[in-house]
């Protein structure tokens, strides 16, 4: 197999994904086919705005990425994408409305358990305490 000339970032990740068998399998011109679609269904490229780095700290490294460009995706993508964020975080309040209760209930049931075991987790204050206003 011979290699073309240097690909870019994303081509050269893409490729290197594939098993070093197969890819030494592959005649030049299988290869090059490979190589060419790889390039040109890569993501858009070319943002306006394109700023990477990576922040260093003793015990690891992060890296940040701020891109900013116009907006290319297609109408019906962004529809279909904020609807699902809100399908998303819908269902998350219905998760945390439902555990409300539920959570309320666990507390009261372990709190009856203690009071029926006698357990006395503050020996000079009581639950009911806090509820006597006179």
């Known amino acids: ?28 011109q299988q290869f090059s086919n490979i190589e060419k679609a790889i ?11 394109d700023i990477r780095g990576e922040i260093p700290f003793f015990f690891a490294r992060y890296y940040y990425v701020f891109l900013m460009g116009r907006d290319r995706r297609l109408a019906t993508t962004r529809k279909e994408q904020a609807r699902k964020r809100n399908y998303l975080s819908k269902t998350a309040l219905l998760i945390l409305i ?9 507390l009261f049931t372990l709190y009856m ?17 806090l509820f006597k206003f006179w």
């Open 39 to 49: 390039r040109e269904s890569r993501p858009l490229q070319g943002h306006p705005v």
């Open 113 to 129: 358990l203690k009071s029926i075991f006698g357990i006395n987790l503050f020996p000079d204050s009581h639950l009911m305490d």
């Open 1 to 28: 197999m011979t290699e073309i000339a240097p690909m870019d970032p994303f081509t050269q990740h893409v490729i290197d994904k594939i098993d070093p068998k197969v890819r030494a399998s592959l005649s030049p």
């Open 98 to 106: 439902g555990m409300g209760p539920f959570l309320v209930f666990t």
